[in-house]
């Protein structure tokens, strides 16, 4: 009568394989346990289909019983399957190890999670077994087990492409690397490294088909001692989309010394200094940075907008293709370059050190920039040279500067007698763009206008006393269109500046109203705020 009844309800109605697909898609929602099997307790129709459809069986989790694994791997038929270990209080390994045994062949996918030092030697022993059909494999090993060394060799592994492990030494045997696609690696935490450069170098050479590369915190015994690398030049990556790497500066220089970086690929890099100076850490960078740029690392011939961003503990410059402004800027907006200075607290580091605008113009002097968005202390941006920083921007169309106060103070002033060209007529040489950027000594004796396709300009809590930064910004605007032959039309299209003036509201709001009449022949939309009053 049950059954007579269940035949009835819509759902059960509908084809088996559609009923199959909706119980795959509570599967797939189901990410922290096996609970998508109570579907199969709601009637005897529904753990017929549930039990009997192979590919639902496919992805296991093993925790404190290996119930669920014998389960799937009798109902997974002869489909291919994944298998995921998670440690509660003792690695599932050692007891689903014999009910993987005569499955081996059609393992696809293998994710031990951490691996604690008890466990490897049952590790060891599991992957000296041939897994022909093993795509996936996923691990982390106990930091204290210092000698984790797993041999992956093609013969055994024919059609592993996704290779992701931690504090685990996987260079025993460098042939396994042409065929992997996926490859994340962090390194181990030996006081004493056995990883050569050598090795190291020829490994990344052999990643021809590589499309995710994430290297984190790898060290080599022989970093500054070993002879220079012996190759046959660099290798062309074709395929990778993505570059992650964490590690010493001097050999990430080394690492992309022998391979060639396609430019549609996004690159991002992070070595720990101790901090040079406050104003910035350009040896640092050059020591992290390939010299010849164009072959190293393209991408940053594509870079169009860039940004600073220093914190108390890192410090960040990056860029991407898309001119979107800092306050519209989502996670559509792909990064393509990335360069971060995590301050090294474990090696003394001082602290206070940053990344300067001389350090943007250092990583993106081969860059076409239009967009520049800068979040830094007041202390390094009153160490700046402003003259230089824009005359290395040519193409430069619109600068976002926000300012965190701290012991020195900068004012907007300094930015806009940068910008000055001082005054002459419409004849006067005012430079072309490749003119600006090869014309540096000219541009710092103010015969040419800097930047010359400027056209925004945002300035955020930045101190300012507007009756005095009026002059200055009008003389340098007037200037500027008039050097640049253009007397009757903006000298920018948008002024936005929040300064942190006086705190007597009302006598900002004088100060304001002159200022903005000062500006209405010289900017298309110019907006002008008290940051005192801000939030």
Request: glycine content about 6%; charged content about 20%.
């Amino acid at each position: 009568m049950y059954a007579l009844l269940n035949a009835g309800v819509p759902i059960n109605q509908l084809p088996v394989e559609l009923l199959v697909e909706i119980f795959a898609r509570c599967q797939s929602v189901d990410d922290s346990s096996h609970y998508w099997t109570d579907v199969l307790r709601v009637c005897r129709h529904w753990f017929v289909v549930g039990s009997t459809a192979g590919n639902l069986w496919t992805s296991l989790k093993v925790s404190n019983s290996t119930n669920l694994l014998r389960t799937g791997l009798a109902r997974s038929s002869a489909a291919e399957f994944g298998v995921e270990m998670i440690c509660a209080r003792t690695h599932p390994l050692p007891d689903a190890a014999a009910f993987l045994a005569p499955h081996m062949h059609r393992l696809r996918g293998l994710r031990l999670g951490r691996i604690p030092a008890t466990t490897v030697p049952a590790l060891v022993e599991f992957m000296d077994h041939a897994m022909p059909a093993l795509r996936h494999f996923h691990a982390t090993g106990d930091e204290r087990a210092l000698n984790l060394d797993l041999r992956l060799s093609p013969d055994r592994f024919p059609r592993l492409e996704d290779l992701q492990v931690s504090h685990i030494y996987v260079f025993n045997n460098l042939s396994i690397f042409p065929q992997l696609r996926t490859v994340h690696i962090t390194g181990r935490s030996a006081r004493v490294p056995t990883l050569k450069t050598a090795t190291l170098l020829e490994s990344l050479r052999r990643m021809e088909n590589v499309e995710d590369l994430v290297l984190s915190d790898l060290q080599v015994c022989d970093l500054g001692s070993s002879p220079a690398f012996v190759g046959k030049g660099s290798v062309v990556l074709s395929k990778l989309r993505k570059l992650a790497v964490s590690m010493e500066g001097p050999l990430i220089k080394q690492m992309l010394s022998v391979i060639t970086i396609p430019p549609e690929a996004a690159v991002s890099l992070s070595s720990r200094v101790q901090g040079e100076t406050v104003a910035g850490n350009t040896a640092n960078i050059a020591a992290m940075l390939p010299e010849d740029r164009h072959r190293g690392l393209p991408v940053l011939g594509r870079i169009t907008e860039a940004w600073i961003n220093t914190t108390a503990t890192k410090h960040v410059v990056a860029g991407c293709t898309a001119a979107v402004p800092a306050s519209a800027r989502g996670e559509a907006t792909p990064v393509l370059f990335a360069l971060e200075l995590p301050e090294d607290n474990d090696l003394g580091g001082a602290g206070g050190a940053g990344i300067g605008l001389a350090d943007l113009v250092e990583v993106f002097r081969d860059s076409p920039l239009e967009s520049v968005t800068v979040q830094t202390s007041s202390s390094i941006a009153a160490r700046a040279d402003w003259r230089d920083f824009f005359g290395a921007l040519p193409t430069l169309r619109r600068l976002d500067f926000t300012i965190i106060p701290d012991a020195l103070a900068v004012t907007p002033g300094a930015i806009f007698a940068a910008l000055d060209p001082g005054p002459g007529d419409a004849s006067s040489p005012t430079g072309t763009a490749d003119e600006d950027a090869g014309s540096g000594a000219a541009a710092a004796a103010g015969n040419l206008v800097l930047c010359p396709g400027l056209r925004r300009v945002r300035l955020h809590r930045f101190p300012a006393n507007l009756d005095v930064l009026r002059d200055t910004v009008a003389t340098c605007l007037e200037n500027r269109r008039q050097r640049l032959g253009k007397p009757g039309e903006h000298a920018l299209e948008e002024l936005v500046l929040n300064v942190v003036e006086q705190p007597v509201q009302a006598a900002f709001l004088v100060a304001r109203a002159a200022f903005l009449e000062r500006m209405v022949p010289l900017v298309g939309a110019v907006e002008c705020r008290n940051s005192f009053y801000l939030p």
